[in-house]
Each structure stands twice: as structure tokens, then as C-alpha cells.
């Protein structure tokens, strides 16, 4: 249509091959015989030129039952591709797959398992077909089936399965704790079809998943779910121990259980079962017979599950009760919103220990052993505002030999429980310190930050800390998540807890840098990690060291074991630390410290450069509408 080609060639040919032809186009051909410049009659044909067809098509990814190919595309517009799969035997039925153009992949599902298929692929333009790609595809091995779990303990069990009928390679085994988020697998031979899974956490759940391996290619996945057994109590023992009573004290399960079964009695057929709450730590035994030995056994519980027992055993006293030395006069001094000195006067004759036991009234008290050599002990990390109550208990060869109370009530704060360091300064705590804070902003959950109170108005809750080299940054992701290191000294406070503390508030951030005399900062107006892979959230910088951060945001966090980021180099590996890695990085204060090549060290690049390792760093946060008081203390 566009443009005419005229062509001479010799009379004795019969074939003519003409190149340069467009695509998928309608053509008309004339042919005209010429002898002594006279012609003679026209004969002419028409024909359509193929269509420029797909390329370079491989098979990316198989499961038992299905195929991932791809390949690269067509030259020039066309309308369609179409996928015909089809048994290499020739039994079945061939299936087709439409596939938009622009596509450059196709997921062929309903395949059996071990079985080759043959896959063709051309590319459409109304009638018109493209020469066909072709490869020839075999899906993945038969899954295992059958997930039995038996030997379950606190910390260890058995899972067995089925193995297929088809042959394999053997079976990869795959258990994950919800908690940690972080799976665990293991590979096996073919002739297994058990494995032992050990140090597991008392009563928690996991989900289990396994695959069967044949070469590269992997199953489908089976998975089920079980829930270890708790734990029991540790440290059963009975004390205060008289003709009828006796108090039970334990050390609690570390998996969090719903009761306590108290089972006790002097022999068989006079057991007495009771239960108590499971975050109970004493139980109170009376009306038991003098001079007769006991014996007690806890189990923790969780739902209808039982742990093993701990046991105990102690014989009431012939009398009628205890003797008691001369009152022990327990008083309370120095009573703060947080801390008070409780004293006492010491007993005539010595004793092994004193007990004291304190808390809220009305809440689980917390106890703690106290040399006989004391006559005071401060009690720390109390709740303000509360009335507590406070028994000192003398112990002479494992028997109570007196006890003394006493009451107080701790002074009152503007923020009780205070979320992050700037509540805590608002409390009137002007000196940087380690401090106990409760992000809920009630009793429960706590933890223990260092407060930077000094710089910039105060208030900021540190995350990081890079001094002097003494603590390993180059760890895995279990570590970036629950934190590591001292918070007087080298630390990071966790991604858990950056999290938990950047969502209750819009929060800003502030990054001091130090390097011999010479000291920037970088300061950002926003500042935030998501759930999800921790997620970073940066921006509004303003300071002296200039802006090196904005480049990682909404960048994941990366480690060296789980580097989920779809960049080429694995960065945390290749700069050996633990970060918001993107290709790879212009910030890496989480770095080898001390290092001054190839990029790698304690590196803020727009300050120092990327060859040089910066000698201390600082991250901290503080929420962003917060106003410093206007008087402070001096």
C-alpha cells in the first residue's frame, strides 16, 4: 500500500527470495516476462508475511501439579499469544491458554505430576500466526501426604509423614513460631519419613510445612499446625510450714499457660487436686494434719493440654504453730513516686534469710531473697501512686521463723506509666538514664530504654549506639528484631520495639554523629517502621551532617540470614551489618566498625564520605508534636 518495489531479474530463474519485508503485512506481487523491451501479459499473487514470534522460552518454575514459563517478546504489535499444552504421549487432551499481549509469562496449572509435556507457543495478529517457541516441560514431584505429629514435650516432637508413590530425592521440612515469624528448615533423605524437631518454645504453636524434592524442582506443600506443651513450674517448694499450713512458692512456666493444677496429699486415696491462675507464684495450703508428710505435685496448663509435673515434698510441724523472736518493727522511708527504703531491726538469734515480699495490694507480689546481714533493702521500678504492702519474712533452717509488714503508698506523676522518654522528662527526670517505660501507657508491658535528656530539649528515646566496637553488629534477624547490647554502652533497642514505639505517635528523628572534635547531627520531621518487614518511613531532614537517610526510605530491612529485597547484591552480606539496604546503601551506621575501604564501615556519605568509618553515632526518636518545658531544672 505504502510503497511500490520494481526489480529486473534474469529470464531463466523461477524463484525470486525478496528481504526486508515488514511483519505481518499484506502483500501483492506482479510478474511481468520482458523480451526486446516488449512485455507480455501480468501474472500476480498475494501473500501476508508472518508476524514476529515470541523467543527464548524457558521453564522458570514447577510444582506437582503446575508450570511457570517465560520468554521474551514479540517484535512489533500483535493482538494475542496462545499456549497449547500438550502430553508428550499423546494421551489427553491437548488444554490452550489465551494470553494478553504484553505478557511475557503464563501459569499452566491442572498438570499430573513426573508427566512431560510438550509446550508450544506462537504469537497472534488476527489470522495471522508467528513461527512457534517450544520446550518441553515435566511438573514437579508428587507431594508427601499425611502430616502426623507424636513424642509432643515442652520443647521437642515428632513429625511423620507419607512419602508419594513417585520416586524422589527427599523432603524439605519447613516449622515456623508465630511469634518469631522466622521459619526453620530442614532437608532429609528419601528414605526418611520422620524427623525429630528440638528446642522448641513451651506451649506455642507451629506450623509445619513439607515439600518433596526431585533435582531443583519442588512439590506442592502439605502443611499442619501442633502446639508443644507447656512447661511446668520450677523452684517448687513448701515454706511457713506449720502443724496445719504450709505456703507453696514457685517459680512461674515461661510459656504464658491458663492455670496451675495442685495436686496434694500424705498418701494414696487422700490426694486434694486444686488449680489457681496461671500467673499465680504461691498457693496457700491449711487445714493439713500434724506431723504428717505431704507430698505436691503443679503442672502447668494450657487448654487440654497437661505439662510434666514438679514435685515437692514437706512434713508438718507436731505443734500448734510457729515460734516467733520479738517483732521485726518493718518500716517505710524515703517513699518516691518510684522507689521506696523499707528497714527493719534484726532478730535476736540469727537467721539463714529474709524473704521480702511486696506489691500492690490486691495484685500477685513479687518476692526477693535478702542477706540475714541486712537491716534495709530499696525496692525500685514501683508504680506510682499505689498503695503497696510489704512482709519480710525471716527464715531459720528452712522454717519460718518470724515475719513483720508493713504499708506505703508511692508518690503520684504527671505520667505514671510513661510511653517514651519525653513523658518521662515531662515527669521532671531532666538526667539521662536508663529508665523502665510502658508503651500501652498502663501497667503491663515494659521496658527499659535510655533516655537522652539533654540534647536539643531532651526527651529522646536512643535506639542505637555505636561508640567503641565492643558490641557485634554483623548478626542475623532475630537479633535486629529483639535487640542487642548494652543500653549504657554499644546497642540496638530492637525492631519489635522501634515499632511499638513509632506506632502510638507520629514520631521525629534525630541522628548525632561524632567523629574526633567534630560533631553534625541529622534531623528528620517524620520517622516510622511498619510491621511488615519494618518497613522504613523517613523524610523532612534538616541539620549539619546532611541528608543521607532519604535515599533508604521505603526500604525493608535486610540481614545477613533473611534479605527479602529484590536487588542484585545481597548488601547485608556484602556490607555486614543490618539495615534499610536499597542498592546498596549511602547510611550504614549499623556497619563494621572501624573499617575505612570499599564502602564498608560506619558510613553517613554525605558527611564522610563512603571510605571512612565514623567513630560514634546515635539514632533516637521523640514524638513530633512534642514542646520541651520552658523551665527546666538545672
Given at each position: 500500500?505504502?510503497?511500490?518495489i520494481?526489480?529486473?531479474?534474469?529470464?531463466?530463474?523461477?524463484?525470486?527470495t525478496?528481504?526486508?519485508?515488514?511483519?505481518?503485512?499484506?502483500?501483492?506481487?506482479?510478474?511481468?516476462?520482458?523480451?526486446?523491451?516488449?512485455?507480455?501479459?501480468?501474472?500476480?499473487t498475494?501473500f501476508?508475511?508472518?508476524?514476529?514470534?515470541?523467543?527464548?522460552?524457558?521453564?522458570?518454575?514447577?510444582?506437582?501439579?503446575?508450570?511457570?514459563?517465560?520468554?521474551?517478546?514479540s517484535?512489533?504489535?500483535?493482538d494475542?499469544?496462545?499456549?497449547?499444552?500438550?502430553?508428550?504421549?499423546?494421551?489427553?487432551?491437548?488444554?490452550?491458554?489465551?494470553?494478553?499481549?504484553?505478557?511475557?509469562?503464563?501459569?499452566?496449572?491442572?498438570?499430573?505430576?513426573?508427566?512431560?509435556?510438550?509446550?508450544?507457543?506462537?504469537?497472534?495478529?488476527?489470522?495471522?500466526?508467528?513461527?512457534?517457541?517450544?520446550?518441553?516441560?515435566?511438573?514437579?514431584?508428587e507431594?508427601?501426604?499425611?502430616?502426623?505429629?507424636?513424642?509432643?514435650?515442652?520443647?521437642?516432637?515428632?513429625?511423620?509423614?507419607t512419602?508419594?508413590?513417585?520416586?524422589?530425592?527427599?523432603?524439605?521440612?519447613?516449622?515456623?513460631h508465630?511469634d518469631?515469624?522466622?521459619?526453620?528448615?530442614?532437608?532429609?533423605?528419601?528414605?526418611?519419613?520422620?524427623?525429630?524437631?528440638?528446642?522448641?518454645?513451651?506451649?506455642?504453636?507451629?506450623?509445619?510445612?513439607?515439600?518433596?524434592?526431585?533435582?531443583?524442582?519442588e512439590?506442592?506443600?502439605?502443611?499442619?499446625?501442633?502446639?508443644?506443651?507447656p512447661?511446668?513450674?520450677?523452684?517448687?517448694?513448701a515454706?511457713?510450714?506449720?502443724?496445719?499450713?504450709?505456703?507453696?512458692?514457685?517459680?512461674?512456666?515461661?510459656?504464658?499457660?491458663?492455670?496451675?493444677?495442685?495436686?496434694?496429699?500424705?498418701?494414696?486415696?487422700?490426694?486434694?487436686?486444686?488449680?489457681?491462675?496461671?500467673?499465680?507464684?504461691?498457693?496457700?495450703?491449711?487445714?493439713?494434719?500434724?506431723?504428717?508428710?505431704?507430698?505436691v505435685?503443679?503442672?502447668?496448663?494450657?487448654?487440654?493440654?497437661?505439662?510434666?509435673?514438679?514435685?515437692?515434698?514437706?512434713?508438718?510441724?507436731?505443734?500448734?504453730?510457729w515460734?516467733?523472736?520479738?517483732?521485726?518493727?518493718?518500716?517505710?522511708?524515703?517513699?518516691?513516686?518510684?522507689?521506696?527504703?523499707?528497714?527493719?531491726?534484726?532478730?535476736?538469734?540469727?537467721?539463714?534469710?529474709?524473704?521480702?515480699?511486696?506489691?500492690?495490694?490486691?495484685?500477685?507480689?513479687?518476692?526477693?531473697?535478702?542477706?540475714?546481714n541486712?537491716?534495709?533493702?530499696?525496692?525500685?521500678?514501683?508504680?506510682?501512686?499505689?498503695?503497696?504492702?510489704?512482709?519480710?519474712?525471716?527464715?531459720?533452717?528452712?522454717?519460718?521463723?518470724?515475719?513483720?509488714?508493713?504499708?506505703?503508698?508511692?508518690?503520684?506523676?504527671?505520667?505514671?506509666?510513661?510511653?517514651?522518654?519525653?513523658?518521662e522528662?515531662?515527669?521532671?527526670?531532666?538526667?539521662?538514664d536508663?529508665?523502665e517505660?510502658f508503651?500501652?501507657?498502663?501497667?503491663?508491658?515494659?521496658?527499659?530504654?535510655?533516655?537522652?535528656?539533654?540534647?536539643?530539649g531532651?526527651?529522646?528515646?536512643?535506639?542505637?549506639?555505636?561508640?567503641d566496637?565492643s558490641?557485634?553488629?554483623?548478626n542475623?534477624?532475630?537479633?535486629?528484631?529483639?535487640?542487642?547490647?548494652?543500653?549504657?554502652?554499644?546497642?540496638?533497642?530492637?525492631?519489635?520495639?522501634i515499632?511499638?514505639?513509632?506506632?502510638?505517635?507520629?514520631?521525629?528523628?534525630?541522628?548525632?554523629?561524632?567523629?574526633?572534635?567534630?560533631?553534625?547531627?541529622?534531623?528528620?520531621?517524620?520517622?516510622?517502621?511498619?510491621?511488615?518487614?519494618?518497613?522504613?518511613?523517613?523524610?523532612g531532614?534538616?541539620g549539619?551532617a546532611?541528608?543521607?537517610?532519604?535515599y533508604?526510605?521505603?526500604?525493608?530491612?535486610?540481614?545477613?540470614?533473611?534479605?527479602?529485597?529484590?536487588?542484585?547484591?545481597?548488601?547485608?552480606?556484602?556490607?555486614?551489618?543490618?539495615?534499610?539496604?536499597?542498592?546498596?546503601?549511602?547510611a550504614?551506621?549499623?556497619?563494621?566498625?572501624?573499617?575505612?575501604?570499599?564502602?564498608q564501615?560506619?558510613?553517613?556519605?554525605?558527611?564522610?564520605?563512603?571510605?571512612?568509618?565514623?567513630?560514634?553515632?546515635?539514632?533516637?526518636m521523640?514524638?513530633?508534636?512534642?514542646?520541651s518545658?520552658?523551665?527546666?531544672?538545672?
Open positions: 500500500m505504502d510503497q511500490q520494481n526489480l529486473q531479474v534474469v529470464g531463466s530463474l523461477t524463484t525470486f525478496q528481504t526486508g519485508l515488514a511483519a505481518g503485512q499484506e502483500y501483492t506481487v506482479s510478474i511481468v516476462g520482458e523480451i526486446n523491451g516488449r512485455t507480455g501479459d501480468e501474472t500476480t498475494e501476508i508475511t508472518l508476524i514476529s514470534g515470541p523467543t527464548n522460552l524457558q521453564v522458570v518454575k514447577t510444582t506437582s501439579t503446575s508450570a511457570v514459563v517465560q520468554w521474551e517478546q517484535q512489533g504489535e500483535i494475542r499469544y496462545r499456549l497449547t499444552i500438550t502430553p508428550n504421549n499423546g494421551a489427553g487432551r491437548p488444554q490452550e491458554i489465551t494470553i494478553e499481549a504484553g505478557q511475557s509469562s503464563a501459569h499452566i496449572q491442572q498438570l499430573e505430576a513426573g508427566r512431560l509435556y510438550d509446550v508450544l507457543l506462537v504469537a497472534e495478529k488476527g489470522v495471522v500466526l508467528s513461527q512457534p517457541a517450544t520446550i518441553q516441560v515435566v511438573p514437579g514431584p507431594p508427601p501426604t499425611n502430616i502426623v505429629f507424636s513424642k509432643v514435650t515442652e520443647n521437642s516432637l515428632t513429625v511423620s509423614w512419602k508419594p508413590k513417585s520416586p524422589v530425592n527427599g523432603f524439605k521440612i519447613t516449622y515456623t508465630p518469631d515469624g522466622e521459619p526453620v528448615s530442614v532437608t532429609v533423605g528419601s528414605q526418611n519419613s520422620t524427623l525429630n524437631l528440638s528446642q522448641l518454645s513451651p506451649g506455642s504453636s507451629y506450623e509445619v510445612t513439607i515439600i518433596s524434592t526431585l533435582g531443583l524442582d512439590s506442592d506443600t502439605i502443611k499442619d499446625s501442633v502446639v508443644t506443651l512447661d511446668p513450674p520450677t523452684d517448687l517448694q515454706v511457713n510450714v506449720t502443724d496445719a499450713t504450709a505456703l507453696l512458692l514457685w517459680r512461674p512456666a515461661l510459656a504464658a499457660i491458663d492455670k496451675y493444677a495442685i495436686v496434694y496429699g500424705s498418701g494414696t486415696g487422700s490426694e486434694l487436686k486444686i488449680t489457681v491462675s496461671g500467673n499465680a507464684a504461691e498457693q496457700q495450703l491449711s487445714g493439713l494434719e500434724a506431723s504428717t508428710t505431704y507430698t505435685t503443679v503442672t502447668s496448663q494450657l487448654g487440654s493440654l497437661d505439662s510434666a509435673p514438679a514435685t515437692t515434698s514437706f512434713t508438718t510441724k507436731s505443734g500448734s504453730g515460734h516467733h523472736d520479738e517483732a521485726q518493727d518493718l518500716k517505710a522511708s524515703n517513699v518516691t513516686p518510684r522507689s521506696a527504703v523499707v528497714s527493719w531491726t534484726q532478730l535476736s538469734k540469727p537467721v539463714d534469710s529474709y524473704i521480702l515480699v511486696y506489691g500492690i495490694k490486691g495484685e500477685n507480689p513479687q518476692e526477693i531473697l535478702v542477706s540475714p541486712l537491716k534495709q533493702y530499696k525496692l525500685t521500678r514501683l508504680h506510682p501512686g499505689s498503695l503497696y504492702s510489704v512482709d519480710l519474712r525471716s527464715i531459720r533452717g528452712g522454717k519460718l521463723t518470724a515475719n513483720s509488714n508493713t504499708e506505703f503508698t508511692t508518690g503520684t506523676l504527671r505520667f505514671p506509666f510513661p510511653t517514651d522518654c519525653s513523658q522528662l515531662l515527669n521532671g527526670i531532666f538526667t539521662s536508663v529508665v517505660i508503651p500501652q501507657g498502663k501497667p503491663g508491658m515494659s521496658m527499659n530504654v535510655y533516655c537522652d535528656m539533654e540534647t536539643e531532651g526527651g529522646w528515646t536512643v535506639f542505637q549506639r555505636r561508640k566496637g558490641v557485634e553488629f554483623y542475623g534477624w532475630r537479633d535486629y528484631v529483639s535487640g542487642f547490647g548494652d543500653l549504657t554502652g554499644e546497642f540496638w533497642l530492637g525492631l519489635d520495639n515499632y511499638n514505639l513509632t506506632k502510638i505517635t507520629k514520631m521525629s528523628l534525630r541522628v548525632d554523629l561524632r567523629d574526633k572534635e567534630e560533631h553534625v547531627f541529622a534531623k528528620y520531621s517524620t520517622f516510622g517502621v511498619a510491621k511488615r518487614n519494618y518497613k522504613l518511613s523517613v523524610g531532614y534538616s549539619t546532611g541528608d543521607s537517610l532519604s533508604h526510605n521505603n526500604c525493608i530491612f535486610s540481614t545477613k540470614d533473611r534479605d527479602p529485597a529484590p536487588w542484585i547484591t545481597r548488601c547485608a552480606i556484602s556490607y555486614q551489618g543490618g539495615w534499610w539496604y536499597k542498592n546498596c546503601h549511602e550504614n551506621l549499623n556497619g563494621l566498625y572501624g573499617i575505612d575501604h570499599k564502602h564501615g560506619v558510613i553517613w556519605k554525605s558527611w564522610k564520605g563512603e571510605d571512612h568509618s565514623i567513630q560514634f553515632t546515635e539514632m533516637k521523640r514524638p513530633a508534636s512534642f514542646v518545658p520552658v523551665n527546666r531544672a538545672k
